[in-house]
């Protein structure tokens, strides 16, 4: 696939938490032809660019999954309970489109329902909006109805129900899961311009399931890989519609932002260091954060002794239905990456 169709395909792709199916076949597919292709029981995949190379193994992640929502129960009217797959604003749910994978694995159309104003009370309207108050809609009136008519129930999973656009002038996509399908569209484009050259270190491609409930995959991928350095691509949140210009640390078209802190990492100072000095160099643009909140799968690798840093491409409105992200910055991200990896000798990572 090219490019930007592969980007397209990857957002539009269904792949909640524990779900990925749909995705890893994808990475599979772009993927054919690589040494060490290998996909573990969890849907994690793992690939080796050059395995016969020299030097510091070096594994690029990005991870397969998606926010999205789990069925728990079905009422008596037909609507349905349910819990979310990672971390979603309860305020961004009310009156948005969902497609539900039944059990036959067709996708049904439902909505999260909100109630009309005509039913609300004065106070129902002041109420900051509550998951367990919330049903999802198939337009089923009865429980019979939804399990055996529309074959959804009990553990089904859900995403939005977007179709990715692209639009080529400003270079802008819009859609859903840009975290972290962008990055996964990065690493594999990444992966594709190391393959044949001459290198200085073993690359090797990570993409794990289950970031968004705890980093669960990418563990699976770290011990089948044993990586010295780890880069993490990420969809990360932008902030240029929220912060004081002089907050601002992800903005759309500035190129990906390398992560110094989050709660789950504080960014291994000098291979930091290295990659804004390479970018710089390069001419690459990049943007610096420092985050109170977030986590990424480097959270959980860095502990275990491996310096890692975040590549970050950054989305508009993460963790809800319509995301913005740019091909400026995925470029950027890609280029940034490609650099790296031609760069990072036992040397440099010695120096570390
Ligand atoms: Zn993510």
């Known amino acids: 696939m090219k490019e930007i169709e592969r980007i397209i395909a990857l957002s539009n792709a269904f792949g ?23 996909e573990d029981k969890m849907r994690n995949v793992t690939c080796v660019v050059n395995p016969k190379g020299k030097g510091p193994k070096v594994m690029l992640d990005a991870h397969l999954d998606e926010v999205g929502l789990i069925v728990q129960a ?20 009310p009156s948005s489109s969902f497609k539900i994978r039944n059990k036959e694995g067709v ?6 329902a909100a ?16 998951i367990e108050n919330m049903v999802l809609d198939c337009g089923s009136v009865s429980q019979k109805m939804t399990e055996e008519v529309y074959k959804v129930g009990i553990a089904s999973p859900a995403v939005p ?6 639009d ?23 992966l594709k311009r190391l393959k044949g050259k001459k290198l200085p270190c073993v690359v090797q491609g990570s993409f794990a399931a289950q970031e968004e409930v705890g980093d669960r ?5 770290y011990k089948e890989l044993k990586p010295d350095v780890m ?6 949140p932008a902030d240029d519609t929220f912060q004081d210009p002089y907050m601002v640390q992800a903005a759309l078209y500035k190129g990906p932002m390398l992560r110094h802190f989050d709660v789950s990492m504080i960014t291994h100072p000098r291979f930091q260091k290295f990659a804004l000095d390479l970018a710089r160099k390069k001419n690459i643009p990049v943007q610096e954060s420092v985050r109170s909140g977030g986590g990424t799968n480097a959270g959980r690798i860095h502990q275990e002794g491996v310096p890692c840093i975040v590549i970050g491409i950054p989305v508009r409105y993460i963790h809800s239905s319509n995301c913005y992200c740019t091909l400026d910055d995925y470029e950027a991200a890609v280029h940034l990456a490609v650099e790296l990896a031609q760069a990072l000798s036992q040397e440099v990572v010695d120096s570390f």
Do not use: W
Request: charged residues 25%.
């Open 16 to 38: 909640p938490s524990g779900f990925e199916d749909e995705v890893s076949k994808l990475v599979k597919d772009e993927l054919k032809g690589f040494d060490n292709l290998k």
């Open 74 to 93: 079905v009422k008596p009217n037909g609507t349905m309970n349910f819990l979310t797959l990672g971390r979603i604003m309860p305020p961004n749910l």
């Open 107 to 112: 996708d049904i159309p439902a909505v999260v």
């Open 115 to 130: 109630k009309p104003p005509h039913f609300t009370s004065a106070k129902e309207r002041d109420a900051a909006p509550q």
């Open 161 to 166: 129900n977007i179709n990715c656009i692209y």
């Open 168 to 190: 080529e002038e400003n270079r802008l996509f819009f859609g859903k899961a840009f975290d972290c399908r962008i990055g996964v569209a990065a690493e594999i484009e990444t």
């Open 217 to 221: 995959g990418v563990y699976c991928n």
């Open 231 to 236: 880069i993490c691509f990420e969809g990360c």
